[in-house]
T-cell receptor, first 115, second 111 residues
Framework: DAGVIQSPRHEVTEMGQEVTLRCKPI?????LFWYRQTMMRGLELLIY????????DSGMPEDRFSAKMPNASFSTLKIQPSEPRDSAVYFC?????????????FGEGSRLTVL | DAKTTQPNSMESNEEEPVHLPCNHS???????IHWYRQLPSQGPEYVIH???SNVNNRMASLAIAEDRKSSTLILHRATLRDAAVYYC????????????FGTGTRLQVTL
């Protein structure tokens, strides 16, 4: 199994540009999570999906952020317009839940730098 | 969500056992105790989890206090590759797998 695959691994963009981060979860997993990690705030859960449906997006910082999961094998996190404070490492994770016991498998992350 | 408290950092010598403590005094009866670790420049990875009984796997052991208000992750023989940030997390059942990370314990392993 290839694990959770994220792209791009690194993205450098200018303020105001649109950024799209992509994630392919592990086949058969029914949960997908987007996390953001910064030195100041640590690992923050942004949004998660169950069977392609968003369950909790309370961690999404503001309307500039949006996430979609059009099918079981693909999700995107979009930032439009991007700002320097969005610079962070964005992780995608997937899991097959077993009543709170299922483990999360994380991708290697997408490091975003907004100039 | 019930919170966990961990020391900010710990040090260990290579080949020695390491006991990483976690306090979770407000844990509820159905919360699972999960441990993840994050190696430098990588995403977090699952280490172990438990509910009431002590657990062992190839990576570590988890000792859970009888009142479940604390737990200890045990690395039996630390290696340099175990240097990471270790997160103790309560996974609340009924909230569909939500996993909220705290600040964790940064483990340094020296020769």
């Amino acid at each position: 199994d290839a694990g959770v695959i994220q792209s791009p691994r690194h993205e450098v963009t200018e303020m105001g540009q649109e950024v799209t981060l992509r994630c392919k979860p592990i086949s058969g997993h029914d949960y997908l999570f987007w996390y953001r990690q910064t030195m100041m705030r640590g690992l923050e859960l942004l949004i998660y999906f169950n069977n392609n449906v968003p369950i909790d997006d309370s961690g999404m910082p503001e309307d500039r952020f949006s996430a979609k999961m059009p099918n079981a094998s693909f999700s995107t996190l979009k930032i439009q317009p991007s700002e320097p404070r969005d610079s962070a490492v964005y992780f995608c994770a997937s899991s097959f839940d077993r009543v709170g016991a299922g483990e999360l498998f994380f991708g290697e992350g997408s490091r975003l730098t907004v100039l | 969500d019930a919170k966990t408290t961990q020391p900010n950092s710990m040090e260990s010598n290579e080949e020695e056992p390491v006991h990483l403590p976690c306090n979770h005094s407000t844990i509820s009866g159905t919360d699972y105790i999960h441990w993840y670790r994050q190696l430098p420049s990588q995403g977090p990875e699952y280490v172990i989890h438990g509910l009431t009984s002590n657990v062992n796997n190839r990576m570590a052991s988890l000792a859970i206090a009888e009142d479940r208000k604390s737990s200890t992750l045990i690395l039996h023989r630390a290696t340099l590759r175990d240097a990471a940030v270790y997160y103790c997390i309560l996974r609340v059942t009924g909230t569909a797998s939500k996993l909220t990370f705290g600040t964790g314990t940064r483990l340094q392993v020296t020769l």
